[in-house]
Each structure stands twice: as structure tokens, then as C-alpha cells.
């Protein structure tokens, strides 16, 4: 969930757990009928707050948060909410906010790999990455975590930007494994990895997985890519992919760094 990364498929970074999806979702107010229990009225408040969500509405899912938190009876259900709470804040650009639900979600949460990543993800993009490290190993090392490609992730970049080049390319070749399709991320800074060794063909061939299938919208990697053949001396695929940049993602900083790389191409 870094700046970086906001035209990859964010990933990210955060799973939603609740178990029901968007059919409640624009349910007019005081529309749960009165006669259920109170678990499934609450049960019902958070599938209303997911709805919102995916239909990208986090002001709705606030909403129907504040209103389902006097329902929750026990940890476990304030750590299901406080976790949507901070995907919440994530979605409307509120940082603070949203590390604060987290931190909440994961205390409450203490098996929940999703909450554990999420809180990690937090604390790594406000520069904590001491304090993000324990959450996203704890999260990356659970078994059954279908996502852990995201934790490893995570962590790549983290010690990417501590410049333990070694241990990043661990975490992040372990999410490609995990996740060949999905890992768009991971295979970005995979490629920085080896720009920074001067290995031009290992940096497109993961700058290229990066642009691929799921991760065909992630423009900066198309950049990325378009740089690695320029710096591989491809100057032809380079000026291919420049304008492939500049037609198929205009008015975007990457195009116009794009056509200014272009502009200085031999």
C-alpha cells in the first residue's frame, strides 16, 4: 500500500474477511430487520460496510461501521470491524486514521494473518519498519495464509529500502513462488534489484511479469521496463515501449516522464 504502488493491483496489501459480499451494499438505513439476533444483525452491518467498500463508497463503510460497533460482543468481532475500519480510512487517503484501526484490528485479531499484514503494510509506509517487520514475518510464516505472497512482499520491500539487498530478493523470488500470476509488486523490485547489478536482461524479464495478465494496469513497471531497455542499450524496444506508455496511459506522470526519456533515446 506505498505511494509507489498505486496503480499496481493493490494488493495492495489488504484482504477482506468477512464472509458475505455487496448484495446488502446500498440497503437503505434501517433496512435489517428487526427480529434477528443480534450476531446477525451484526454479521450483516459488516457485509454492508464490505458492499461499500468494493463499490469504492469508504464514506458508506464508515458509516455502517460506527453504526454495527455497538453490536460487537467480543474481540473478535471488534477486531472484523476495526479491520474494514482501516480499509476504510486506507481508501479515503487517511493514513493515521487507518493505522490506528489497524492496530486495533490486530490486537483483537491475534491469528489473523490479513489483520497482521495489514497493520505491517501500515507501519511500512509510515517509515516503521522496525515495528512493521515482526507483523509481516508473523503473517508471511502462516500456513494456511492464501495471500502470504503479499507479506513477503511486504517485506521485500522493506528490506529493499534498508538496502539488505540479499534478504529482499529472498522475500520477494519466495512471493513470485507463491503467487506467479499475482506477485506484481514482488517482480518490480525484483527488477530494481538487478538494475542495480547492471543485469539488464534478469530486470526485463521481471519488469515484463510485472506488466503481465493481472498486472497489465501497473504503468510504472511498463516505465521501469521501458527503462531497463534504454539502460540495455535496446533502444528500440525502448522507444516502442515509451509510446506503448504514452498511448495507452495518457496524461499520467509516467507518460510524460516516458516521452521525456523518448525525447533523449540515440
Not at 533502444?235 to 533523449?264: C, V, W, Y
Amino acid at each position: 500500500m506505498t505511494r509507489s504502488q498505486k496503480n499496481s493491483p493493490s494488493w495492495f496489501a489488504l484482504a477482506l474477511t468477512v464472509a458475505f459480499l455487496g448484495a446488502c451494499a446500498t440497503a437503505p438505513e434501517g433496512s435489517v430487520p428487526s427480529k434477528m439476533s443480534r450476531a446477525e444483525k451484526f454479521t450483516i452491518q459488516l457485509d454492508m460496510a464490505d458492499g461499500y467498500l468494493r463499490e469504492n463508497d469508504p464514506v458508506g463503510a464508515l458509516q455502517t461501521l460506527m453504526a454495527a460497533q455497538d453490536l460487537a460482543a467480543d474481540k473478535t468481532e471488534r477486531g472484523r470491524l476495526e479491520h474494514l475500519r482501516a480499509l476504510a480510512y486506507f481508501s479515503k487517503k487517511e493514513p493515521e486514521a487507518a493505522l490506528i484501526a489497524a492496530r486495533k484490528a490486530a490486537e483483537n485479531l491475534p491469528d489473523s494473518p490479513e489483520a497482521q499484514n495489514n497493520l505491517g503494510r501500515l507501519l511500512l509506509d509510515a517509515g516503521k519498519g522496525s515495528e512493521a517487520e515482526p507483523w509481516l514475518i508473523k503473517a508471511a510464516a502462516n500456513q494456511v495464509y492464501r495471500d502470504a505472497y503479499r507479506s513477503n512482499t511486504n517485506l521485500g520491500i522493506l528490506y529493499y529500502r534498508r538496502g539488505d539487498d540479499d534478504r529482499a530478493s529472498v522475500a520477494l523470488k519466495k512471493a513470485t513462488e507463491q503467487s506467479p500470476a499475482g506477485a506484481c509488486v514482488a517482480y518490480y523490485y525484483l527488477g530494481h534489484l538487478n538494475l542495480k547489478e547492471n543485469r539488464y536482461q534478469e530486470a526485463v524479464k521481471n519488469y515484463d511479469r510485472a506488466t503481465q495478465k493481472f498486472c497489465a494496469a501497473f504503468v510504472d513497471a511498463h516505465l521501469a521496463l521501458g527503462i531497463a531497455f534504454e539502460r540495455g542499450k535496446q533502444f528500440d524496444k525502448a522507444r516502442r515501449k515509451f509510446l506503448e506508455i504514452r498511448d495507452g496511459f495518457p496524461n499520467t506522470t509516467a507518460s510524460e516522464q516516458a516521452m521525456e526519456r523518448l525525447r533523449h533515446l540515440p
